[in-house]
């Protein structure tokens, strides 16, 4: 049921942690990606990793701040693909920690355009795009940060990942009929490069650890699989979800 034979993807921060992990983990499941993040070596590394493998694979870098990225992308899929599927906006940045009246306009605006309105981008011209192939499955990454669990210094993180929520539902009522499903998945912490910019000693990794059920923090792998269910027909009665993925650190108290 998890099977991507014949779908088209694209993903966004493919560059490292959950997205690197889950354009490989699409692609190993017969998925054609399309990849994307800043860093042009780190994206042709990912797509000869993909082609070793046997599968196909291309990239684009841009900043996903910036409209004409997602119509590239698109246009790009339906090029290279014939069409589009899958979306997995993963894209986004912790931006700046400090107390929330602590921060610049420019710092709000920055953490805004890069964690909310380029996935507002996205969809904008990915859901035309699946609307063409008569179905889809749209997927954002927000946090559990802001929905179960206020953290300090995180105001604007925590209101624009949230917003993607609400995105998220909107655009599931919106598209429902024409087959597209439109859901958000919230990790815990999880060993990527940006949560290693909060747990960056030892003291501050087995503080995070300690906060989740499990007592651990998540591999971008597991949070690819969750990624991956979404993605697929496993999950063909799942839209506007908001699935959390967070090692139980939503529930647990101590």
Not at 166 to 173: C, K, R, S, Y
Request: aromatic share 6%.
């Amino acid at each position: 049921m998890t099977s991507l034979s014949n779908k088209v993807a694209i993903v966004t921060g493919a560059s490292s942690g959950i997205g690197r992990a889950t354009a490989l983990l699409f692609a190993r499941e017969g998925a054609r990606v399309v990849v994307s993040a800043r860093r042009q070596q780190e994206l042709d590394s990912l797509v000869k990793e993909i082609e070793r493998e046997g599968g196909e694979a291309c990239a684009l870098a841009g900043d996903v701040q910036e409209e004409p990225l997602a119509h590239a992308l698109v246009e790009l899929a339906q090029g290279r693909f014939g069409g589009l599927d899958i979306a997995f906006n993963n894209a986004g940045t912790l931006g700046t920690l400090r107390p929330a009246i602590e921060l610049s306009a420019a710092d709000w605006e920055t953490t805004l355009r890069t964690n909310l309105t380029s996935a507002f981008f996205c969809a904008k011209h990915q859901l035309p795009a699946m609307k063409r192939r008569g179905a889809g499955s749209l997927i954002f990454t927000s946090t559990f940060v802001g929905y179960t669990v206020g953290f300090p210094n995180m105001a604007a993180y925590a209101a624009r990942k949230s917003g993607l929520i609400g995105l998220t539902q909107v655009l599931a009522a919106e598209y429902a009929a024409f087959g597209i499903r439109v859901n958000a998945l919230l990790p815990g912490g999880t060993d990527t490069p940006m949560g290693r910019t909060v747990a960056h000693t030892p003291e501050a990794l087995g503080f995070v650890r300690g906060l989740h059920a499990l007592k651990r923090v998540a591999s971008p792998e597991e949070i690819a699989r969750s990624a991956l269910y979404l993605a697929s027909a496993a999950s063909s009665f799942t839209t506007g979800s908001a699935l959390l993925v967070d090692g139980g650190v939503s529930i647990h108290r101590e």
